[in-house]
């Protein structure tokens, strides 16, 4: 069963508009989200997180939207650049040493 | 800051032969470190986690023999991929999760890519 979806698989959006990435889990234990971009040739780097006590967390032009009740958690990229351009991975994770879940990622294109 | 150091970045290897590849954390206590394999298509595919002072536990598809690990302390872990195939390139990746509170932060080490000619 795979613990963690995300969509869309490839999104393509103008420079200055949002980008909203969706992930979803199935796991109601999880309790830390985060998200990871990898741009070509590098590993993935952690981009911004969030543990349920709340339900957004602000860093930037980068936000999660965290919806416990549906187990579902987004992160929208406001005002995008074409730096923004790269892989996307969401993930989530319980207490402890458990795994880390990863999605299977959203390829972001940003056009000037 | 934390920051997981990993090498080398790049291994071209003939089929049957071997490679290790080290991961060091810096700047924090790495209580667990994950060793993960990113395809061409960059889904990821969870090797193992080796937690300090426990058993490591292999995914399914993923054994011992093939992908011995050692995590002696809190700072370093290693993995070898034994008789390496084909179907063993990638890029390997070690996530290395710090102690802080119960549930830490995931830092991935720079990525070792494996050829196999």
């Known amino acids: 069963q795979q613990q963690v979806r995300q969509s869309p698989q490839s999104l393509t959006v103008w420079e200055g508009e949002t980008a909203i990435l969706n992930c979803s889990y199935e796991?109601?234990?999880?309790?830390?989200f985060p998200w990871y971009h990898q741009f070509p040739g590098e590993s993935p780097a952690l981009l911004i997180a969030?543990?349920?006590?709340?339900n957004k967390k602000e860093d930037g032009r980068f936000t999660i939207f965290f919806n416990k009740r549906e187990k579902k958690f987004s992160l929208h990229i406001a005002d995008s650049q074409p730096g923004d351009s790269a892989t996307y991975f969401c993930?989530?994770?319980?207490?402890?040493?458990?795994?880390?879940?990863f999605g299977k990622g959203t390829s972001l294109t940003v056009i000037p | 800051g934390a920051l997981v150091y990993q090498y080398p970045r790049r291994t071209i290897c003939k089929s049957g032969t071997s490679m290790r590849m080290e991961c060091q954390a810096v700047?924090?206590?790495?209580?667990?470190v994950a060793w993960y394999r990113q395809s061409p298509q960059k889904t990821f595919e969870l090797i193992a986690l080796?937690?300090?002072?426990?058993?490591?536990?292999?995914e399914q598809n993923f054994t011992q023999e093939k992908f011995p690990i050692s995590h002696p302390n809190l700072s370093f872990s290693s993995m070898t991929v034994l008789n390496a195939y084909l179907e063993d390139r990638g890029l390997y990746l070690c996530?290395?999760?710090?102690?802080?509170?119960?549930?830490?932060?995931?830092?991935f080490g720079e990525g070792s890519k494996l050829t196999v000619l």
């Open positions: 993930a989530a994770s319980g207490t402890g040493y458990q795994n880390f879940y």
């Open positions: 796991d109601s234990t999880f309790d830390y």
């Open positions: 969030i543990r349920p006590v709340s």
């Open positions: 700047g924090f206590q790495a209580t667990s």
């Open positions: 080796s937690t300090v002072n426990s058993a490591i536990k292999y």
């Open positions: 996530g290395a999760r710090d102690r802080t509170g119960n549930t830490g932060q995931l830092y």
